[in-house]
């Protein structure tokens, strides 16, 4: 279920971002574009020969003005060290050997992570350059050449990736939630994991990003069994002084990777920021449940009857893209609705992984289209043969159809919302494939 996690790194120029677009444009589905948010591209799901992977760009996160050039690589590389499962450092056959290089080369060698050193702009096919082996000198053991723009030696770089990543699915029991507790720092993640733990056994300290490393938690109680992953942390762990918003993108993007439910945790002190639907459009591109808690509802002043309902109303607007997440308002001090927020994340979690059986699907189909008439455009009208359930988390669905072009947004909408309606599904991303049938 959890895909395994590529970082690329190294210096600015080298081609990074020209490979990371050959290997994913190569084989690859970018993860798709969530309306509303623009969001760096530093991440997309790439996939080799049948294996799924998540590959990161670090060198897309974007450096600080104040730091030089090292300080940037230093990160980038512990980012990848915390967070990957093999790492690919890139460097330039016709620069040479940098300090830098060297300086990163170290810090990668010390994590005993696999790496493999791509040494890019090797645009001459079958000819191995005499500069090559100056790269050797980093003591990695997997050197190999590439070129990014024509594509040469890629597909022996993901050969050789893959060769170091577990694909045999994670042993998670079947019935044990993994849950991801992500947003911004000081909005009380790791206050939440407390309480949910219902004893203190991290220490909380009062300002941004002091917390602990995260951790997977399991937790068993009354709503049932859980694992809870708490990504406040792994800061100090890393060193890691600034750009503390950036590195928590990576984390979080690694956490809810390996979760089913994510809990998108937003300060009712602070309202919305455009962090907290960054952070969240990652959960949602991965089509997981999701929840959006809104915390620190004790400490919201002047609060009258219709206080919640307003608030909920705007906070609905502003994650108006991903309107089948519940909101729920807690205080992980007090412990307000921690109760109802595990009673939640079952709910979710089980609509996530729900499958509907196909009789049902298309007797549903057919009172929908009965109620509604498909479009049509020029005389011709669409037709929906045929409905069926194709997997799960997120539940997808395949329409089969006359003519795609005719299956406009706003009904592909009005079906999906017949589903929801119908199979009690409000509560997780859905998704439709739809397929022309001659
Ligand atoms: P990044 O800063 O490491 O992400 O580097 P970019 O991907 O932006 O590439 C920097 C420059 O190197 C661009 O002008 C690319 O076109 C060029 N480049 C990247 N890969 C290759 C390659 O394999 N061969 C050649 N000749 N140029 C390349
Ligand atoms: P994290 O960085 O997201 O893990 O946030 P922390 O859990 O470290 O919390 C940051 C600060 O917010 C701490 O001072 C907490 O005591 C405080 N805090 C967390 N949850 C609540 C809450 O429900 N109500 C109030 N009033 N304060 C909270």
């Known amino acids: 279920m959890s895909k395994p996690i590529v970082a690329v790194v190294g210096r600015p120029n080298v081609g990074k971002s020209t490979l990371f677009n050959k290997l994913c444009g190569q084989r690859l589905a970018i993860v ?255 089509g997981k449940a999701c929840i959006i808690v809104v915390n620190k509802w004790d400490a919201v002043e002047g609060k009258e009857t219709n206080t919640m309902e307003l608030q909920r109303r705007g906070y609905a607007e502003c994650f108006s893209f991903m309107g089948y997440a519940p909101i729920i308002f807690i205080s992980a001090q007090t412990g307000y609705n921690v109760n109802k927020l595990m009673q939640l994340i079952r709910d979710v979690d089980s609509q996530n992984g729900a499958r509907v059986p196909t009789g049902v699907l298309n007797e549903m189909l057919a009172r929908a289209t009965a109620r509604m008439q498909p479009p049509s455009d020029k005389g011709r009208r669409l037709k929906i043969f045929y409905l069926t359930q194709a997997s799960t988390r997120p539940p997808t669905f395949v329409a089969f159809v006359n003519a795609k072009h005719l299956f406009h947004f706003s009904y592909q909408r009005y079906i999906i919302n017949q589903i929801r309606e119908n199979f009690g599904l409000e509560h997780t991303p859905i998704r439709l494939v739809v397929r022309e049938r001659g």
């Open 32 to 286: 798709e574009d969530t309306p509303g948010i623009t969001r760096d591209r530093i991440f997309a799901n790439c996939e080799w020969s049948g294996h799924e992977f998540l590959l990161v760009d670090t060198g897309g996160i974007e450096p600080k003005a104040t730091e030089g050039i090292l300080a940037h690589m230093r990160e980038q590389a512990q980012i990848a060290i915390d967070t990957a499962d093999c790492i690919i450092m890139v460097v330039d056959v016709r620069n040479g050997l940098t300090a830098s290089d060297e300086d990163v080369a170290h810090m990668l060698r010390r994590s005993h992570k696999p790496i493999i050193l791509a040494v890019n702009k090797c645009d001459n096919v079958g000819q191995t350059p005499m500069e090559l082996y100056e790269f050797y000198n980093l003591g990695f053991d997997e050197v190999m050449p590439i070129s990014s723009v024509h594509g040469h030696g890629t597909g022996d770089l993901l050969d050789a990736v893959c060769a170091h990543l577990d694909f045999s699915e994670t042993v998670v029991e079947e019935d044990r939630i993994p849950v991801a507790i992500i947003g911004r720092p000081n909005v009380g993640k790791s206050s939440l994991t407390n309480r949910i733990l219902g004893e203190n056994r991290m220490i909380v300290a009062n300002e941004a990003g002091t917390t602990r490393d995260a951790i997977d938690t399991p937790v068993d109680n009354a709503y049932g069994k859980f694992i809870f992953t708490d990504t406040a942390g792994l800061r100090k762990r890393s060193n890691i002084t600034d750009g503390l918003e950036r590195y928590m993108v990576v984390r979080a993007l690694a956490a809810v990777e390996r979760s089913r439910v994510a809990l998108i945790l937003v300060d009712a002190t602070v309202g919305f920021t455009e962090q907290d639907s960054k952070v969240a459009g990652y959960a949602h591109d991965q």
